[in-house]
């Protein structure tokens, strides 16, 4: 019998360890144990042709209206409908995804996309054209952060998979559904096989997911290093100059590309 409790408490312990291998900080273990009490009510589905209304409508809602450069500028997102033409290009691409509960509610959404450099100066193209200023300075800054640091050349890869957008709706949230949508992703990415995911963070919360995911963080800078033609798309006295983390997971080795001093940072920078 002494031998067999001492079994149990060795699985229990190794069981232990292995979780706490799998996150960075103390609150990743809280969070592993509370998600595996969760049921599971969610069900994962991509986000097809019929369904890209719905999907605009729940990213302007939930994920742009907390977006840095929106609260900046005080956009108007009804104001354009260049946006969402944009969103719909993200989607039309069939990585997008979204959650649904058992009866049937959207409960959130990730914005995916592989994306080469030819698509960063599409998208500049793009907004030049566009009439409304803050539209046009949106779009340049999606541009400028996809290129910050510019991890094609970094890892020799035609294509980046990234996390683009990334929103649960405010009643199904603290429930892993954020973790869950983005570990999704990152198996789509994989299977479709991409060699890099990358996912950029900026407001307090989505950081947390990529670190639970375990994705390296391999550059953090202030928004106000994000140049336009002119001028900072965020200046760098504002109360929205917050962090940029930039995460990744790859299947492929390049140590230099982490930025350890502040001669590194600047070389990011064109």
């Given at each position: 019998?002494?031998?067999?409790?001492?079994?149990?408490?060795?699985?229990?312990?190794k069981t232990l360890?292995?979780?706490?291998?799998?996150?960075?900080?103390?609150?990743?273990?809280?969070?592993?144990l509370q998600q595996?009490?969760?049921?599971?009510?969610?069900?994962?589905?991509?986000?097809?042709?019929?369904?890209?209304?719905?999907?605009?409508?729940?990213?302007?809602?939930?994920?742009?209206?907390?977006?840095?450069?929106?609260?900046?500028?005080?956009?108007?997102l009804s104001n354009?409908?260049?946006?969402?033409?944009?969103?719909?290009?993200?989607?039309?691409?069939?990585?997008?995804?979204?959650?649904?509960?058992?009866?049937?509610?959207?409960?959130?959404?990730?914005?995916?996309?592989?994306?080469?450099?030819?698509?960063?100066?599409?998208?500049?193209?793009?907004?030049?054209?566009?009439?409304?200023?803050?539209?046009?300075?949106?779009?340049?800054?999606?541009?400028?952060?996809?290129?910050?640091?510019?991890?094609?050349?970094?890892?020799?890869?035609?294509?980046?998979?990234?996390?683009?957008?990334?929103?649960?709706?405010?009643?199904?949230?603290?429930?892993?559904?954020?973790?869950?949508?983005?570990?999704?992703?990152?198996?789509?990415?994989?299977?479709?096989?991409?060699?890099?995911?990358?996912?950029?963070?900026?407001?307090?919360?989505?950081?947390?997911?990529?670190?639970?995911?375990?994705?390296?963080?391999?550059?953090?800078?202030?928004?106000?290093?994000?140049?336009?033609?002119?001028?900072?798309?965020?200046?760098?006295?504002?109360?929205?100059?917050?962090?940029?983390?930039?995460?990744?997971?790859?299947?492929?080795?390049?140590?230099?590309?982490?930025?350890?001093?502040?001669?590194?940072?600047?070389?990011?920078?064109?």
């Amino acid at each position: 019998m002494l031998f067999t409790r001492k079994v149990i408490n060795l699985s229990i312990l190794k069981t232990l360890k292995l979780q706490s291998r799998k996150c960075h900080s103390l609150f990743g273990i809280k969070d592993i144990l509370q998600q595996q009490e969760q049921p599971d009510v969610f069900s994962i589905h991509l986000v097809k042709k019929q369904d890209h209304e719905m999907a605009v409508e729940l990213i302007k809602t939930h994920y742009l209206t907390e977006h840095v450069l929106v609260r900046t500028r005080k956009m108007d997102l009804s104001n354009d409908n260049a946006l969402d033409e944009y969103l719909v290009s993200l989607m039309k691409q069939g990585n997008t995804i979204f959650a649904k509960t058992e009866d049937g509610r959207v409960a959130g959404i990730c914005v995916n996309f592989a994306t080469s450099p030819v698509d960063c100066q599409n998208l500049r193209n793009y907004a030049f054209y566009r009439q409304d200023p803050n539209t046009k300075d949106f779009l340049y800054f999606n541009a400028k952060l996809q290129e910050t640091p510019n991890l094609w050349n970094i890892y020799k890869q035609p294509k980046v998979f990234e996390i683009k957008m990334l929103a649960v709706l405010p009643e199904f949230r603290r429930q892993g559904l954020g973790t869950r949508l983005a570990e999704k992703s990152m198996s789509q990415a994989q299977d479709q096989g991409y060699n890099v995911i990358r996912m950029d963070c900026i407001n307090p919360y989505d950081y947390k997911i990529a670190e639970r995911l375990l994705l390296n963080c391999i550059v953090k800078y202030p928004l106000h290093k994000l140049r336009g033609a002119n001028a900072s798309f965020v200046k760098r006295s504002s109360e929205h100059n917050t962090c940029v983390r930039v995460y990744v997971n790859t299947r492929v080795q390049n140590e230099s590309c982490y930025v350890n001093s502040k001669e590194d940072l600047e070389n990011i920078f064109e």
